[in-house]
C-alpha cells in the first residue's frame, strides 16, 4: 500500500467551502481521477482518507494537508495533477510527496495567518497590536456546544504584527494586515479568537468581517521563530533513498 500526501488550497470563494463540502468533492475527484485507493473493511467502506486541522469555514488557505492510501503505486505528481484538474479552481492541489515519515498530523503544530482589515487605519492597528503583545494575558469568550467558554489567546500567540496596506486594495478605503503566528493548542485558538482579544484590549473593531487566509502551517522551529514545510521530511528520506539506492529510485511508479 502506497500513501501520498498532498496540499492543497482554499482561494476565493471556495473560502466558504465547508469540511464536509471539501470531502464530497474531493471524493469525487478521486473517482473521476481513476485514483486506486484503498478501502476502509465493514458495511459501508469509506475511501482511505486522513485529513489534518482543516481551516474553519469562511477562511482561506494556502496550505491545507490530506493523505491519502492506493492499493496500486502512482507517481505522486503525476497523481497531483490528475486531481487538481478534477477539482473546481479554487481548491487546488499544489504539493504532493510519497508519505516515508509517520506522523504528518504532529508535524502541525502551528500556522501563519494574514489578516486583512478593510477600513482599518494603519495607525489603530499598531496600537491594537502593541496593547495585545504587552499584555500578560487577553481572555476572549466563544460560544460552544458546551455553552459559553472563557480562554486566554495570548498564550497560544507566537508572534502578531502589522504589514503595510495591500497593492491590490479593491477601493480606496485603509486595509490594514495583521501577521499572525499561532500555536495549536487547546481549545483552539483561531483568528476571530484573537481579532475578539484586540477588540478586548484597544477596541479594534474593524467594519467589515476580516478577511482571513492561512499561509502556512507546520512545525514551530523554536531557534527560528519560524513554521516549517511538513512534508519536508518526506522529501528529505525520499532523497536520501535515491542517494543510497540509484537503482531503486529508478524504478519510480508511473
Known sequence: MQRIRLRYTKRGRLRFTSHRDFQRAFERALRRAEVPMAYSAGFTPHPKVSYANAAPTG??????YLE??????????????????????GLDVVDAVEARTSGLADRLTASVWEL??????RADADRAVEAFNRADAVE??????????????????VSL?????????????????LRLV??????AVRP????SGLRAVADLAPPVPAAVTRLAQ?????????????LAPDREAAQALTTADPAAAAKAPA
Open 59 to 64: 477562511t482561506g488557505s494556502e496550505a491545507e
Open 68 to 89: 491519502i492510501a492506493l492499493t496500486a503505486a502512482r507517481d505522486p505528481e503525476k497523481l497531483r495533477a490528475l486531481l487538481d484538474e478534477s477539482l473546481p479552481t
Open 116 to 121: 486583512r482589515l478593510v477600513g482599518v487605519d
Open 140 to 157: 476572549v469568550q466563544r460560544t460552544t456546544k458546551n455553552g459559553v467558554r472563557t480562554f486566554d489567546t495570548r498564550a497560544a500567540v
Open 161 to 177: 504584527e502589522t504589514h503595510g496596506e495591500p497593492a491590490d486594495r479593491p477601493t480606496d478605503q485603509p486595509c490594514a494586515i
Open 182 to 187: 499561532v500555536r495549536h493548542v487547546t481549545p
Open 192 to 195: 476571530d479568537d484573537v481579532l
Open 218 to 230: 507546520g512545525l514551530f522551529d523554536e531557534e527560528t521563530g519560524t513554521v516549517t514545510d511538513p
